[in-house]
């Protein structure tokens, strides 16, 4: 089961993908949960602690690793040659942190690999190691996308099962879903769903189903705005730590059960 989790800036990605891993865990599931965003925050959704946190660097931005990989040779020759096809089956063993749930975290960092063609070494690794991840291993992952659509791509998302869309009841968070629609073509996942967050009244309900509907985008739940949610960032702990019965962590255990559902059933 591989799912990538997008969306507008701050709807909720980090939240919905890492709830969703630990839930996927706890029913048995090996999981493997992958940080795509620079601003790198799924491991306080995880329930790891801040100290943890501290240590971490994104593969990305591991220079050793990046120059052991992909062999570039001498100091800032970045223009030079290096290997197109790094060595990344063992990124998960070595570089994934423990999680509660049966999940652990690989922070994969990102690059602009969406954009004007980037060629550089981390783009290169990270392009590998998605496209490892994606065909070249059973591994079970959860991956949180940073914000917006520039780095969906067939380089990210080919082969993938399903891509959520995180959307808010608002004009923007909603347009992303169009401009996914438009894309497409070139995303070639399994599934594009999407999911409303941080809903409160029957008006936004209605906006998102509308607009879902508009795009043939198939809803998968709506979470409500949640308190114990917004309380739990505040303390820094995971929301399914502060509050797993919350109305919030409950309707994404909905949301979890019927991503299943669709993933071993495309045509129900
Ligand atoms: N259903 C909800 N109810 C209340 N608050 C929520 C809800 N979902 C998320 N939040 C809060 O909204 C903020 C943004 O959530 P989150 O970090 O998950 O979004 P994101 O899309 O990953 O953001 P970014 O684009 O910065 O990575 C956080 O403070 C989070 O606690
Ligand atoms: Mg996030």
Redesign the pocket.
């Known amino acids: 089961m591989k799912i990538a989790v997008a969306?507008?800036?701050?709807?909720?990605?980090?939240?919905?993908a890492g709830t969703l891993a630990r839930l996927l865990g706890r029913d048995g599931l090996k999981i493997l949960a992958v940080d795509a965003?620079p601003?790198y925050?799924l491991w306080s959704?995880l329930g790891l602690s801040a100290d943890v946190a501290h240590q971490i660097v994104p593969l990305t931005e591991n220079e050793t690793l990046v120059k052991e990989r992909l062999k570039i040779e001498g100091a800032g020759s970045y223009s030079g040659f290096f290997k197109l096809n790094p060595r990344v089956d063992d990124l998960a063993a070595k570089f994934a942190i423990p999680a509660p749930d049966n999940v652990s975290l690989l922070v994969a960092g990102t690059v602009d690999i969406g954009g004007s063609g980037c060629m550089c070494p981390s783009a290169t690794l990270l392009k590998a190691l998605m496209r490892h991840l994606i065909l070249g291993t059973d591994e079970a992952f959860v991956m949180?996308m940073?914000?917006g659509v520039e780095n969906l791509g067939r380089g990210t998302t080919k082969g993938m099962d399903a891509l959520l869309v995180?959307t808010e009841p608002g004009r923007r968070a909603l347009d992303i879903l169009g401009k996914i629609k438009k894309l497409a073509a070139d995303i070639d996942v399994g599934q594009v769903f999407a999911v409303g967050?941080?809903v409160a009244t029957s008006e936004d309900e209605e906006m998102i189903r509308e607009r879902a509907e508009t795009e043939e985008i198939p809803l998968l739940g709506m979470?409500?705005?949640?308190?114990s949610?917004?309380e739990?960032?505040r303390r820094g702990v995971a929301?399914l730590d502060l509050n797993p019965h919350s109305p919030?962590m409950k309707a994404i255990g909905e949301i979890k059960q019927r991503l299943l559902e669709r993933i071993s059933n495309p045509s129900a």
């Open positions: 969306g507008k800036g701050g709807v909720g990605k980090t939240t919905v965003d601003s925050s959704a949180d940073d914000a995180v967050n941080k979470v409500p705005l949640d308190e949610i917004k739990s960032d929301p919030g």
